[in-house]
Structures are given as structure tokens and as C-alpha cells.
Antibody, heavy 125, light 108 residues
């Protein structure tokens, strides 16, 4: 059974960097049939996709335009996890952040089938 | 960016009734990349339907999805007490992935 366990601080100061980690059990971050995604959810913005990383003979990243200049998603193969870094945060980045697995094979894409538990991040001084 | 519009915003039903939730895309999307999620307070979204009409693992058969092009439907044949929650549609066929604003299914 695949599980995702999120960790990271719940409070970040404005202009600093938000850093979260998503530890994977039951699957491999390097699998060529999955993509590892980050989302966030706030009352003002709803559910918002931030980006993903995936391995297809080499590593790829794909980011939302709204955060592209500030975001980095990195895999860590030694720890079987992936991370989110969001730079220069403002109070508008306050949200619940989720990691999620997207599983696919040659026949179809199965959507975001496994989610982390969520991390509430508040940006405030 | 593909905008998804869900209706109604709130659906008030009694247990045992049939629920129909709608999702309209701002442009034609492939049904292969349309999903529905259920979310309860304090929990992460839970995948119900992928590829517009395929139930995810362990999802009861009272949940079904249909539709194509811009218009999709999630149907709950007979609403159970545990089904009262917020439901979201999502397209994951083109970047950025986007969600609808949600339909809240509440007890009448």
C-alpha cells in the first residue's frame, strides 16, 4: 500500500522560503509510471496545482505559471522522497499543502490516487 | 488554462436520494483526463473517478461518472450518510492541472 508522509514547518516568515518534504513508502520516487505532485488549498484560491517531478529515463519538472519563478520540486532518491521549496513567500501563500502521486501506465492515467495528509502553512511575521 | 465550472454550488439531499453533480470545462478536454474527488473536513481529497467514468480502487459502485467534451457528471445513485462532503472535478490532461470550485453535498 502506497503512503505519503508530509513534514515541514507550519509557520514561515514573509520573504523566506517554504520547505516541505513528502516521504514515499510502497513505491519509488524513480518509478517511470508515476509523477509526484504538489498542491495547495486555500479559501481564496481553492485547490491549486503547483507542480510535479517525474522520471522517464531522466528527471523532468513541470510548474504552474503562477509560481514558476519561485518554486523548486526536487526528488531525493537516497531517501525515497521529494520536496517542495517556495521562495519569497507572502501571506497569500498561506494554505494547506498536499503532495500526491499520479499513477499512469501505457493504457491510461489513473489520476492523483494517493495523497499526503496535508500540512497547514501560515505565512506571518 | 482550462477553467472548470461546477454546479450546483450546494446540493441539499436526504439519504437515499440520487445526486447529480456537474462539471463543465471552458474548452473540450479528453475524457481520459477528467477526475472526481471527495473531500471531507480536515482530510485530503480522495480519488473517486478517473478517466471520467472509471471508479478508483475501493470506491462503492453507487458512484459513477459520465460525460465527454466539455460536460461531465458525477452521479451517486443513493446517497449514504458518509457521502455528505465536498466534491471536486479536475482535469489532468494539460498543464496546469485545474480543479472546479467544488459542490457541497449537504444533508437536507
Amino acid at each position: 500500500q502506497v503512503q505519503l508522509q508530509q513534514s515541514g514547518p507550519g509557520l514561515v516568515k514573509p520573504s523566506q522560503t517554504l520547505s516541505l518534504t513528502c516521504a514515499i513508502s510502497g513505491d519509488s520516487v524513480s518509478s517511470n509510471s508515476v509523477a509526484w505532485n504538489w498542491f495547495r488549498q486555500s479559501p481564496s484560491r481553492g485547490l491549486e496545482w503547483l507542480g510535479r517531478t517525474y522520471y522517464r529515463s531522466k528527471w523532468y519538472n513541470d510548474y504552474a505559471v503562477s509560481v514558476k519563478s519561485r518554486i523548486t520540486i526536487n526528488p531525493d532518491t537516497s531517501k525515497n522522497q521529494f520536496s517542495l521549496q517556495l521562495n519569497s513567500v507572502t501571506p497569500e501563500d498561506t494554505a494547506v499543502y498536499y503532495c500526491a502521486r499520479e499513477h499512469s501506465d501505457r493504457l491510461r492515467d489513473y489520476g492523483m490516487d494517493v495523497w499526503g495528509q496535508g500540512t497547514t502553512v501560515t505565512v506571518s511575521s | 488554462e482550462i477553467v472548470l465550472t461546477q454546479s450546483p454550488g450546494t446540493l441539499s439531499l436526504s439519504p437515499g436520494e440520487r445526486a447529480s453533480l456537474f462539471c463543465r470545462a471552458s474548452q473540450t478536454i479528453s475524457s481520459s483526463y477528467l477526475a472526481w474527488y471527495q473531500q471531507k473536513p480536515g482530510q485530503a481529497p480522495r480519488l473517486l473517478i478517473y478517466g471520467a467514468s472509471n471508479r478508483a480502487t475501493d470506491i462503492p459502485d453507487r458512484f459513477s461518472g459520465s460525460g465527454s467534451g466539455p460536460d461531465f457528471t458525477l452521479t451517486i445513485s443513493r446517497v449514504e450518510p458518509e457521502d455528505f462532503a465536498v466534491y471536486y472535478c479536475q482535469q489532468y490532461g494539460s498543464s496546469p492541472y485545474t480543479f472546479g470550485q467544488g459542490t457541497k453535498l449537504e444533508i437536507k
